[in-house]
């Protein structure tokens, strides 16, 4: 019995209360992003965008479900990652690889037929470029250098880095995705959150999850802490004013931190259990604007969402 570890029963029952630490995503993430987005376009003042990267979504799922062959992770590399702390899947290593071109190309195939004439020009730009040229367009955006690429090709660049990376996610072994020192970026990939989402049943009742920019994997993150520098002290929790509902029960607030000027989307699963945070960050931009506003800094990347600026 050398080497095992015997429970009592306090500690059975204190182990089971114990919140997982990490929430993969369902294998048909991007047919539940989809599906969101529709819902909320109905009526949206930015409704046609909306459907578009539901389209969009719908070809990720594709993609996903049957995805070219993609290289498992080197179980050396994993090992690595897991003795000094790294993230396992960190973005830059599979982005300057051949691998991901291949689920571009397929993409860009998916979206093609009936594209607008904006949308076709932006996938032919992105056909037309060299490898070296697609991969730097992704190191860029994956570090939020947004200026050095095209803001037309963010969401199609985007989409296929998040087939590429939620496929490599899922296909994990158990135990690789631990805890950090920070927990600021995710445990998978290193990307920033796109936003914070607050569940309402179960053993994950109440606690606040941060769901990945780039992966779909969600990890705990305490509530009350600016998910930038960590400060605890005097955040802001800010809302779009409606007259049906209090402040309080808004299915989205924006936890504001007056010590480094960001901010991070909270969805809240019990005033919107249907809420997805990609789809409902987009669908969410008159808050950015509020919040713009009031001086403070969008630090959550959308890489479904073009940051503005001229080609």
């Given at each position: ?25 369902p294998?048909?993430?991007?047919a ?30 594709r ?32 982005v ?25 020009d ?33 969401p ?8 590429a ?63 930038y ?53 987009l ?29």
């Open positions: 019995m050398s080497g095992t570890t015997i429970l009592e029963p306090g500690q059975i029952e204190a182990a089971a209360n114990i919140p997982p630490f990490i929430l993969l995503p294998a048909d993430l991007f539940r992003r989809a599906e969101r987005l529709r819902q909320l376009a109905e009526g949206h003042p930015l409704g046609d965008y909306l459907r578009l990267i539901a389209r969009l979504c719908d070809a990720q799922q993609l996903l479900d049957t995805p070219p062959r993609l290289p498992s992770p080197d179980p050396d590399a994993l090992a690595r990652s897991l003795e000094h702390g790294m993230p396992p899947l960190a973005y830059d290593g599979p300057r690889e051949d691998a991901w071109l291949g689920l571009l190309d397929q993409l860009l195939d998916e979206l093609e037929p009936g594209a607008s004439p904006a949308v076709a932006a996938l032919a730009r992105l056909r037309q470029a060299d490898p070296g040229q697609r991969k730097a367009w992704a190191i860029a955006l994956l570090s939020g250098q947004f200026d050095l690429l095209p803001a037309a090709l963010v199609f660049l985007g989409a296929a880095l998040q087939v990376f939620s496929h490599l996610l899922l296909a994990l072994p158990q135990g690789l995705l631990v805890e950090s020192e920070s927990q600021t970026l995710c445990p998978a990939c290193g990307s920033p959150p796109v936003a914070g989402v607050i569940h309402h049943r179960g053993k994950h009742n109440g606690l606040r999850y941060l769901a990945c920019s780039l992966c779909s994997c969600q990890w705990h993150y305490v509530r009350v802490k600016c998910s520098c960590q400060e605890s002290k005097q955040l802001a929790y800010l809302s779009l004013e409606r007259d049906d509902r209090a402040a309080e029960q808004a299915p989205l607030r924006a936890e504001a931190c007056p010590n480094c000027q960001g901010y991070l989307k909270q969805f809240y699963r019990e005033h919107a259990p249907e809420a997805e945070a990609q789809a409902d960050d669908a969410s931009l008159a808050l950015d604007l509020l919040l713009a506003e009031e001086g403070y800094l969008r630090r959550a990347p959308n890489l479904l969402l073009a940051p503005g600026g001229e080609d």
